[in-house]
């Protein structure tokens, strides 16, 4: 591990996961949540997955305690003070997360990496807003980061080749396979997956099969894992709508325009799994 402190701004499912990840790897980490009990949910997701990991022998017990006491909470953002990279892991809103990298720019070390984890949204609009534009790129994790093997390694404009290699290396630390990409909106994957999910829908709209019917056929026609509406939901419509936003505000594509009803079901409050109700619903 090239970096001895690492600090993770934002507290969701996403945080929480690169947290694991990050102090598995042996680094210490320093989340931050905008609030107490985001931090208490941070805390308490990392012992779920401690206690699963232990009861199925992956991970020892002694493993477990070791990794936790590496990872700690904090409301305020001047406690990153001493990091040597900070993830940001917030909303996919980029009003809000230029507010927080200039931010993050007066309180962290000058020499200090900065990353988003942004799955789409342009990372040099991020540089921009800090004095070290040299040491900014996107670190992009894939949900669950504990699982998912790939990291998108976001090279903007702007960023230094040590900064991308000392990045590259820093994935590879944490187990993970890293593939460096050009600063564009998607990425790679999601520019190639958002399309597919998008036109889902829309055969769905025009009637072309069920939800269930689309989702089997894409399980068993294409050997996908699940189909694209168990994905939605699991991403998150309204996370969805935002990808599908942000790659058709860059392109102008049809193909990644929202189709009608994805807007509609936002705009309902039936966001997936995390709103118990997206194109399936999902007990409490």
């Known amino acids: 591990m090239n970096f001895r402190v690492v600090g993770v701004l934002g507290s969701g499912i996403m945080a929480c996961g690169i947290a694991e990840v990050v102090a598995a790897a042996g680094a210490d980490v320093i989340v931050r949540g905008r609030r107490p009990a985001a931090g208490e949910a941070v805390l308490a997701g990392l012992e779920r997955s401690l206690a699963r990991q232990v009861a199925r022998a992956a991970r020892s017990p002694e493993e477990a305690d070791a990794l936790r006491a590496r990872v700690r909470v904090t409301t305020d953002i001047e406690d990153l003070a001493d990091c040597d990279l900070v993830i940001e892991s917030v909303v996919e809103d980029l009003d809000v997360k230029r507010v927080l990298f200039s931010e993050l720019d007066q309180v962290t070390r000058p020499e200090a990496i900065l990353a988003t984890n942004t799955s789409t949204l342009s990372v ?49 630390a944490c187990g993970k396979e890293p593939v460096v990409v050009k600063d564009q909106a998607g990425f790679v994957v999601n520019a190639l997956l958002f399309p597919y999910l998008n036109n889902a829908v829309r055969l769905l709209e025009q009637g072309v099969a069920s939800l269930e019917g689309i989702d089997a056929a894409m399980r068993g026609g294409c050997g996908f894992p699940m189909g694209p509406f168990a994905l939605l939901d699991l991403v998150g419509l309204d996370t969805s709508l935002a990808i599908l936003e942000a790659l058709y505000d860059e392109f102008a594509d049809p193909n990644y325009a929202p189709v009608p009803r994805l807007r509609r079901m936002v705009a309902a409050g039936q966001l997936g799994r995390k709103s118990g109700q997206g194109f399936y619903h999902y007990p409490r």
Do not use: K, W, Y
Not at 132 to 146: D, K, M, Q, S, W
Not at 155 to 167: C, N, Q
């Open 124 to 172: 040099i609009d991020l540089a921009v807003q800090t004095r070290r534009p040299e040491l900014v790129c996107g670190i992009h994790f894939f949900n669950p980061a504990t699982a998912m093997s790939l990291v998108e390694v976001v090279r903007p404009l702007s960023a230094a080749d040590e900064t991308i290699r000392a990045v590259t290396n820093f994935v590879v």
